[in-house]
């Protein structure tokens, strides 16, 4: 029992072995962060709030997979949607890039790298905690001033940028904490799990 205890351990710090089986992990985690950028939840408090899980799910993926597979997997899922696939909200292609809201994804990548980085030593709850923080607080920071510098290249009013920052990254910030953090808690067992699989 204590051997296998320090052979999962010690796997959770060198993080998943490359193999066939880690890829097609890899390209399941992508497809994910497809499927929960089309999925809604409805909340009600003083209107209906609409939130999209996105941000949870690669934070999942990253926390899941270890660094190196869930940037993999991240990056996969912006090639697709900038080359291939229009998996993105609004579509997809090269184009995408000059969308507003692409700094979001683009932040998927420093957000999973940081955030992983937290986790490699331990799923404890203030890693958790941290890496929840980080990551989604470095999603929204960059992804806001992604925004900012498009907006400023299409010589937009200061409106119209307060209401996308409110649409945006306002109310959305705390339940992206919330999901994030019940994401990131459930890798922890879905990934020892995993260490039986592997």
């Known amino acids: 029992m204590v051997k296998t205890n320090l052979k999962l351990v010690k796997r959770q710090v060198e993080g998943i072995r490359f193999s066939f089986a880690a890829l ?9 962060i497809v ?13 209906i709030y609409r939130f999209i899980p996105q941000i949870p799910t690669v934070l999942f993926a990253g926390a899941f997979l270890g660094r190196r597979y869930g940037l993999l997997s991240i990056i996969l ?3 697709a949607g900038l080359f ?8 997809g292609g090269a184009e995408y890039i000059f969308e507003y809201g692409f700094g979001y994804i683009l932040a998927y990548i420093p957000a999973v790298f ?3 980085s937290i986790l490699q030593s331990g799923f404890s709850n203030r890693n958790i905690i941290q890496a929840c923080l980080v990551g989604v607080l470095s999603i929204h920071l960059i992804g806001i001033i992604y925004m900012l510098f498009m907006a400023g290249i299409q010589h937009e009013d200061w409106t119209f940028i307060q209401n996308w920052i409110s649409a945006q990254s306002g109310i959305k910030i705390i339940y992206d904490l919330i999901f994030s953090f019940l994401a990131l808690f459930f890798a922890r067992y879905a990934r020892v799990i995993l260490w039986f699989y592997m």
Do not use: D, R
Not at 24 to 32: K, N, P, Q, W
Not at 84 to 91: E, H, K, R, S, T
């Open 114 to 116: 940081f955030a992983t």
């Open 35 to 47: 499927i929960s950028t089309f999925i809604q939840f409805n909340f009600v408090h003083l209107k």
């Open 84 to 91: 291939f696939i229009p998996v993105f909200a609004l579509g």
């Open 77 to 79: 899922y912006i090639a």
């Open 24 to 32: 097609v992990l890899a390209l399941a985690c992508s497809f994910l």
